[in-house]
């Protein structure tokens, strides 16, 4: 299997939390970076947050969950979570975990320089 996989979707109330959790043990290699992606209907992917192999690379957010949600990587769980407070009912979508192979391009949080995606989950944020 060559799927990043994502966990800890679900509903949450305008103001509230989720962490979403991102298991990468199944990519053996020694990729460049982990992505966090979301995408609504009518909109393009949305690239959110994205940060080097363990943590050790370049971090990006996207300015419209700066200072609300929180990249980190867990080198011994082999995880990559995205903590997110303040949720605003726009931030509604199918989240997405993907692994780039691109040296030059994982920094950019750009859904084109990232090859291995999950299957997503679920985030509502809704009274």
């Known amino acids: 299997q060559v799927q990043p996989t994502e966990s800890g979707g679900g509903l949450a109330q305008p103001g509230g939390s989720l962490r979403l959790s991102c298991d990468v043990s199944a990519i053996t290699w020694n990729y460049y970076g982990v992505g966090w992606f979301r995408q609504v209907p009518g909109k393009e992917r949305e690239g959110l947050s994205c940060i080097g192999r363990g943590g050790g690379g370049k971090l990006t957010y996207a300015d419209s969950v700066k200072g609300r949600f929180t990249i980190s990587a867990d080198n011994a769980k082999n995880t990559v979570s995205l903590q997110m407070d303040g949720l605003k009912p726009e931030d509604t979508a199918v989240y997405y975990c993907?692994?780039?192979?691109?040296?030059?391009?994982?920094?950019?949080?750009?859904?084109?320089?990232?090859?291995?995606w999950g299957r997503g989950t679920q985030v509502t944020v809704s009274s």
């Open positions: 993907a692994i780039s192979n691109r040296l030059l391009l994982y920094a950019r949080c750009e859904s084109s320089g990232y090859e291995f």
